[in-house]
């Protein structure tokens, strides 16, 4: 069976937490896609779901402008959740009604089930254990014809509900959150229960269909993938070659800008581990040139990535016909994320930008399907080393956006030597897998000291180390005293021209995770 003969559609309606149901449903071994609550319904029909998600959103149904999404869906046969929104909006469109509450609900609440059936199959009937977490406005005050309570809370008489006759559920509350100890359960009995589901969407089947896709779309042409040393680019990179071996040929530009040992680890396993065809090219006194003397961020990226791709270009022109690039685009890059009161959602970064279209490549991206803890699960099934798969990430340009002002070599001797204490002291005390990045930043100016009894003026850096899930936003790490304390010592220490280090205290936004 193909993984996608089942598969879970989750219609969007801008909640922020629309990806980690997901998430969970994935966890379960069952494909689950999310598309925008505007998808028309014969597209709906067309994707051929086991089941249905609405998911939450910051709107009222009653609003003018409220997102409504055809109702025709209740038409197809197919089981349907409302969770929050998608709740309010299931009773809305179905007979019910929806008010605003007199007393908002948000946070944890507790649960009074009143029937142990469908979503609530196999659950104690027993209040004190089923704390769910809430986050609403309106309460759903009148259910549609035909359906009926299955739970209450303090604030909602209509927590949750179920359709007697038809395969629809709903609950007031998020079922995906982490806050809703039931929640996995709950999940679990809407896709295997309800829409009868078999959890066969592994790692393992996933390749099996990429391969063969991918042999089906390449043929007997030639693909490119520009190798950077990190997760995604290390695992397409993989995945293509499991597919169609020396027709793949990877490109490792180093531009001059990386940490010490951050690619060559990953060069080595290619090269030693498998039959990975990577031109390696030494761009680094050409980088370092094109730098030379600029101070300004922008004009930094601008040169960096110029360079990348003009040299991109001339190593896979040697090649003679090439037809594809193999590239690491992400999950998170292509949800269609509804955009709510004019707020679009924040791209991430795209190295290789423009390429494509440049060079008349059409794109292979096997990524596209996969959050990043599952391109890492991914990585370890296609037998990628552990240390190559839980490297933090990295970003294209490099400590060239770490070093404030101009790029020296004298400068990134200091940065990469103070980068090694940084990282070496966060994988001993066990702590580089515990946060999302950790590095060190030179800044440009120069700090009164005494070392011995002698005065010194030299070098500061900052210490940046922050917790994330995606990058989207960060909070800074609450690295133990002790920890700041040795990296403090050490580079002082150690690196020659650093009398003075500091630790990056802001959170992503309104700071940035780096600092240029
Ligand atoms: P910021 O600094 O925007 O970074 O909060 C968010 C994440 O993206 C990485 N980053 C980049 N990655 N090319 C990349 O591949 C870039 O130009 C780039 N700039 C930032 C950064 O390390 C963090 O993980």
Redesign the pocket.
């Known amino acids: 069976m193909s993984i996608h003969d089942e598969k879970i559609i989750i219609l969007d309606f801008g909640s922020q937490t629309t990806q980690l149901i997901a998430r969970r449903i994935r966890e379960q071994k069952v494909y689950s896609e999310i598309r925008p609550y505007t998808l028309p319904l014969n597209e709906l029909k067309a994707l051929k779901p086991t089941g249905i998600i609405l998911s939450g959103g910051p709107a009222s149904v009653y609003d003018d402008d409220a997102p409504i999404s055809d109702p025709g869906l209740f038409e197809l046969g197919i089981p349907v959740l409302g969770i929050c929104y998608g709740a309010q909006l299931m009773m809305h469109q179905l007979g019910g009604r929806v008010e605003q509450a007199k007393s908002r609900e948000f946070g944890k609440t507790q649960l009074r089930i009143e029937a142990a059936e469908g979503l609530f199959t196999g659950l104690e009937p027993d209040p004190a254990q089923h704390q769910v977490w809430m986050s609403h406005g309106d309460r759903i005050e009148e259910i549609a014809p035909g359906f009926s309570i299955s739970a209450t809370s303090d604030n909602s008489p209509c927590a949750a509900l179920y359709h007697q006759d038809k395969p629809f559920s709903a609950v007031q509350f998020h079922p995906e959150v982490a806050h809703t100890h039931i929640g996995t359960d709950i999940l679990k009995n809407f896709i295997f229960g309800i829409c009868h589901c078999t959890p066969s969407w592994t790692m393992h089947s996933f390749i099996e269909k990429n391969v063969a896709d991918i042999r089906k779309k390449v043929g007997n042409d030639k693909v490119i993938c520009a190798l950077s040393g990190g997760v995604d680019s290390s695992v397409v990179a993989a995945m293509v070659h499991r597919a169609i071996g020396d027709q793949l040929t990877c490109i490792y530009v180093n531009n001059g800008l990386m940490r010490t040992g951050e690619s060559e680890s990953v060069l080595r396993f290619f090269r030693e581990k498998t039959d990975l065809q990577v031109i390696d090219v030494n761009a680094e006194p050409y980088f370092l040139g094109q730098l030379s003397g600029i101070a300004d961020p922008e004009e930094k ?1 601008k040169r960096i990535g110029y360079g990348f791709i003009k040299i991109f270009e001339e190593e896979a022109g040697k090649l003679g016909e090439v037809k594809y690039l193999a590239q690491g685009t992400l999950y998170p890059d292509v949800i269609e994320s509804v955009v709510f009161r004019g707020k679009a959602p924040i791209k ?2 795209h ?1 290789v930008g423009g390429l494509p279209e440049r060079m008349h490549l059409d794109l292979i991206e096997p990524l596209r399907e996969l959050f990043k803890d599952e391109v890492r699960e991914l990585g370890l099934e296609l037998g990628l080393p552990e240390e190559a798969i839980y490297r933090q ?5 490099g400590l060239g ?1 770490r070093i404030m002002g101009e790029i020296t070599e004298e400068r990134l001797a200091i940065l990469r030597q103070a980068d090694v204490i940084v990282l070496d002291e966060m994988k001993s005390s066990g702590w580089y897998r515990k946060v999302w ?1 950790s590095f060190a930043v030179l800044l440009p100016i120069q700090t009164v000291g005494v070392m011995g009894d002698v005065r010194t003026y030299e070098h500061v850096i900052a210490i940046r180390s922050v917790d994330s899930r995606d ?1 989207m936003t ?1 909070d800074w790490s609450q690295l133990p005293y002790d920890l700041l304390g040795r990296i403090s010592t050490r580079i002082i220490n150690e690196v020659r021209g650093v009398n003075r280090v500091v630790y990056d205290i802001s959170s ?1 936004p309104p700071s ?3 600092w240029e």
């Open positions: 990226r991430s970064h190295n990430p990295f970003p294209g340009p956006i990045q990058a960060a992503k940035t995770i780096e």
